[in-house]
């Protein structure tokens, strides 16, 4: 029972454009939303996060917006760069203070910028 | 600051031993979460524990323990492994016990033969 679903593996975009990354979830509970990025043989890099009372939080080149009637997510990256390359993880946690923890990740989507 | 820091990075081991990792997490976190990473199944919550506590539990089988001392520091154990156990380990710390940003390690890989 997958509840946090990345349904997109591979994203590719040219340098300087927009890049969209989606997620669905499908509990409700989940209160707070997170998004990561990856490097091989490294931990995952938090980059930037949202409560479910907002719909929209904004840190630098990456923007997070949230649909809660539509259960979805998306992280934008603009303008994308060469260095984003990475695998990008969407996770989701129960209200805070009582998800004790526990984050739960989709499967993950590859970014690759093209120079 | 120091980040989280996992030794060992990397572990070779047979099947049916045993094996412990370690996580020293932020200076001032006392939230440490584990997680094991595979192909198939992503990321997966294994356990949390907060002031030596376990407060929450990851689907995983009994042979996953962990534990966690004064100073924060945690370990986790992996006992009679087997060949699906073979993941990258990853560690995450927290200022609090809610579901806030995780600061992961850079993970210990572990491959079982």
């Known amino acids: 029972d997958q509840q946090v679903k990345q349904n997109s593996p591979s994203l590719s975009v040219q340098e300087g454009r927009i890049s969209i990354l989606n997620c669905d979830y499908t509990n409700s509970m989940f209160d707070y939303f997170l998004w990561y990025k990856k490097y091989p043989a490294e931990g995952p890099t938090f980059l930037i996060s949202i409560s479910s009372i907002k719909d929209k939080n904004e840190d630098g080149r990456f923007t997070v917006f949230l649909n809660k009637s539509a259960k979805h997510l998306s992280l934008h990256i603009v303008p994308s760069q060469p260095g984003d390359s990475a695998v990008y993880f969407c996770a989701a946690s129960l209200e805070r203070g009582t998800s004790y923890g526990k984050l739960t990740f989709g499967q993950g989507t590859i970014l690759t910028v093209h120079p | 600051k120091a980040g989280v820091t996992q030794t060992p990075r990397y572990l070779i081991k047979t099947r049916g031993q045993q094996v412990t990792l370690s996580c020293s997490p932020i200076s001032g976190h006392r939230s440490v979460s584990w997680y094991q990473q595979t192909p198939g199944q992503g990321l997966q919550f294994l356990f949390e524990y907060f002031s030596e506590t376990q407060r929450n539990k990851g689907n995983f089988p009994g042979r996953f323990s962990g534990r966690q001392f004064s100073n924060s520091r945690s370990e986790m154990n992996v006992s009679t492994l087997e060949l699906g156990d073979s993941a990258l380990y990853l560690c995450?710390?927290?200022?609090?016990?809610?579901?806030?940003?995780?600061?992961f390690g850079q993970g210990t890989r572990l491959t079982v033969v």
């Open positions: 995450a710390s927290s200022p609090d016990r809610g579901g806030t940003e995780a600061f």
